[in-house]
Nanobody, 127 residues
Framework: EVQLVESGGGLVQPGGSLRLSCAAS????????MSWVRRAPDKGLEWVSS????????YYADSVKGRFTISRDPAKNTLYLQLNSLQTEDTAMYYC????????????????????WGQGTQVTVSS
């Protein structure tokens, strides 16, 4: 059974930092590109970042480029998202997601483009 379990969210002041983690199990983690997607209150899904299966290529939405860093540790089967210089607009539930096809690097805000999702971790940026 594929499982994705996010952690690391919390309440942080503007300008602060957090590191999100996504522990993966039930599949060969190193075979798949992975993504982070978020949903802000009363808004739709927004693709945030993706990383290829080798961890050598990363992709970011313009809204987070230069502030967020995606990475992965194949030894720990874990995906990370480092969030720096957080802004109130970054307040959202953050999800890690995996596509159906191991060859796909999905950079989409469309829920149907991902096969598996975690339960999410809440990030709240507020003073």
């Amino acid at each position: 059974e594929v499982q994705l379990v996010e952690s690391g969210g919390g309440l942080v002041q503007p300008g602060g930092s957090l590191r999100l983690s996504c522990a993966a199990s039930g599949f060969t983690f190193s075979d798949y590109a992975m993504s982070w997607v978020r949903r802000a209150p009363d808004k739709g899904l927004e693709w945030v970042s993706s990383i290829n299966s080798y961890g050598l290529r990363t992709y970011y939405a313009d809204s987070v480029k230069g502030r967020f860093t995606i990475s992965r540790d194949p030894a720990k089967n874990t995906l990370y998202l480092q969030l720096n210089s957080l802004q109130t607009e970054d307040t959202a539930m953050y999800y890690c997601a995996r596509p159906l096809d191991p060859r796909s690097v999905v950079r989409s805000s469309n829920r149907a483009d991902y096969r598996y999702w975690g339960q999410g971790t809440q990030v709240t940026v507020s003073s």
